[in-house]
Structures are given as C-alpha cells and as structure tokens.
C-alpha cells in the first residue's frame, strides 16, 4: 500500500461526537486525498491537500474538515459525527503523475 | 456533468476466457482516463491510464484496455482471466486538476 497508514483502521462512534482520522505517508508526495466510498457511489472526494496548509474541498465536503501542517500527514475531522456518515474512507496520495496510491482505508460506524 | 459510467454492475467469467469491463466517459477535452482495482477489504491499486497517445494502453497484471473516441469508451481487457482476477473494478477520469472522479464500480467474479 504504497508508504500509507491510516488509523484507526476501524471506528465505533456516537452520533454527535467528534471523530479524527489519519493519515500518514512516508513517500514525500505532495498532493494528498481524502475519499469516502458507500455502495453505489464508488469513490468519492471529501478534500484533497495540494502541499503543507494548502487544502481545499471535494465533492462531498460539507460536516468535514481537514488539516496538513506536515508534509506527511492528513487529518480528517468529523465535526460532530452524523449516521449518514457511516463508511469506509481512504487516503491517498500522489505526487503530480495524476495516478493515486491508496492506503488500506478506515471503516467507520456511526451509532 | 463530466462523469464515467459503469454500465455493468456485475461481470462473470469462467477462468480462462476473455474478460471485458466496461467504462464511458462524459468528459469535454481530453480526457485522462484511469482504471484501478480493489481486492476485498483492501484500498484501491492502480491498474493502468490514459493520458494521450496510443489508444491500447497496457497496465499491471496481464490487463490492457483501449481508448475509443468515437465511442467515448475506455474498457478493460484481459485476455484470460483468472480467478484471482475476482475483484471490484472502478474507471476514473481526471481534467489535470490531480483529482480523481469516478465510476460506480464493477463487480469481477471469475469462476474455476
């Protein structure tokens, strides 16, 4: 998988309550994505970081938010955590080839 | 909107015979076109793209697949599947904005 971790690798959290993903990447690529995918609706972008600070938001941003004070890693916050945003979501990473390497993903559950 | 399609929600194959997965595009320009895979419980692999040039591109693990303007298709092609082949397959397009949209997803079952 690339040089990426992402942890947890599996979640349980109370509707409301904040929730923190990371991701880290060993491989010094610039640009760095959040996605979520649900059945049905493949992958899709939450946002995407394009160097350190530098982020800006996807398709399906909206009860998000994210962070990158270092090269290698990307934060993604659930705000207050709702049960529509129940899934799996997976970092990736690329470094401008346009080809994505994806980590192992995060299974998050909302109760 | 731009977007892929994939038309097929599922693909069986008996191992051994040819495999096709389907992907059209709705992207104005040039499109750069990518196919990926994922094994169960797994992030997604990068298989092979498209960005211009030849229109049969070939990618990772015996797969090709063949860029077809009038047709605005992007298939995937493996001449004899395996069954490790059984996997979710996903087209994705990009407007070198380094962000990725993509297909539904294809579901592979390939049958001893």
């Known amino acids: 998988d690339a040089g990426i971790t992402q942890s947890p690798r599996h979640k349980v959290t109370e509707t409301g309550t904040p929730v923190t993903l990371r991701c880290h990447q060993t491989e010094n690529h610039r640009y760095m994505y959040w996605y979520r995918q649900d059945p049905g609706h493949g992958l899709r972008l939450i946002h995407y970081?394009?160097?350190?600070?530098?982020?800006d938001k996807g398709e399906v941003s909206d009860g998000y938010s994210v962070s990158r004070s270092k090269t290698e890693d990307f934060l993604l916050t659930l705000e207050s955590a709702t049960s529509s945003q129940t899934s799996v979501y997976f970092c990736?990473?690329?470094?401008?080839?346009?080809?994505?390497?994806f980590g192992p993903g995060t299974r998050l559950t909302v109760t | 909107a731009q977007s892929v399609a994939q038309p097929e929600d599922q693909v069986n194959v008996a191992e051994g015979n040819p495999l096709t997965v389907k992907c059209t595009y709705s992207?104005?320009?040039?499109?750069?076109l990518f196919w990926y895979v994922q094994y169960p419980n797994r992030g997604l692999q990068f298989l092979l793209k498209y960005i211009t040039g030849d229109n049969l591109v070939k990618g990772s693990y015996g797969f090709e697949a063949e860029f077809n303007k009038s047709q605005t298709s992007f298939h995937l092609k493996k001449p004899s599947a395996l069954v490790s082949d059984s996997a979710l397959y996903f087209c994705?397009?990009?407007?070198?904005?380094?962000?990725?949209?993509f297909g539904a997803g294809t579901t592979v079952t390939v049958r001893a």
């Open positions: 994705a397009f990009s407007r070198n904005d380094y962000k990725l949209s």
């Open positions: 970081s394009y160097g350190v600070k530098d982020t």
């Open positions: 992207v104005s320009g040039n499109p750069y």
């Open positions: 990736a990473i690329s470094e401008g080839g346009m080809e994505q390497y």
